[in-house]
């Protein structure tokens, strides 16, 4: 998988429906240790909830997983976990605490209800496309800094770090899908005097 869409930050959101007050939360984790890790976070802060709600889904497992937390089968937890699936997202949690306020919604009222908790709360974390890069070293001249770096940037490449010695080493990451338009962008504009060198691959965010 050369990108995938997830939340950008932790975050928080909160309405109300009919004296019921819903706090949704959601985190970005990279594995279910840390979903459930996060679910029993909320929970332990919310004990006195009438219930914590959760979904989240996760991509290098392959995992799907979701609660009603006492609520009626299929009224919360699958609801949750649709917000998370129509927004085509993955490694991210989602906890909805809904606080009863004594007066019953009924099946669709819950269904709305808690789409709209997961929702509230997704759209607070923001989105981020987190796309496969090579992560790789130029080596230059000071004179050539000023074009590598405006070339780097001009392929959709980020900077990473860049050491003075007596050259300039820019360490950088690219798309990887951009990595060979660069490679022959670069031997053009230095008379083929510089390469990339390749030393891992991670995934970055994007904006889009």
């Keep these: 998988m050369d990108s995938y869409r997830t939340i950008s930050r932790p975050a928080v959101s909160e309405f109300t429906e009919k004296r019921s007050r819903f706090l949704g939360a959601v985190c970005p984790v990279d594995n279910e240790k840390d979903a459930i890790k996060f679910i029993n976070q909320r929970r332990k802060e919310y004990w006195d909830a009438k219930h914590n709600v959760y979904a989240y889904v996760l991509r290098n497992e392959q995992i799907q997983r979701y609660s009603d937390d006492g609520e009626p089968q299929g009224t919360a937890g699958v609801p949750v976990l649709d917000i998370l699936l129509k927004e085509c997202l993955t490694d991210c949690v989602v906890v909805v605490t809904r606080y ?109």
């Design 100 to 208: 009863f306020g004594g007066v019953l919604l009924g099946t669709g009222g819950l269904v709305r209800a808690y789409s709209q908790g997961a929702k509230l709360a997704v759209d607070a974390g923001g989105f981020v496309i987190m796309r496969l890069c090579a992560r790789g070293v130029i080596s230059c001249e000071y004179k050539q800094y000023g074009p590598v770096a405006a070339l780097i940037s001009e392929c959709c490449g980020v900077i990473k770090d860049t050491v003075f010695s007596q050259q300039v080493d820019i360490e950088f990451n690219i798309p990887c899908e951009l990595l060979n338009s660069m490679q022959a962008k670069l031997g053009d504009l230095s008379s083929g005097s510089l390469t990339i060198n390749i030393i891992g691959e991670e995934y970055v965010p994007f904006e889009k």
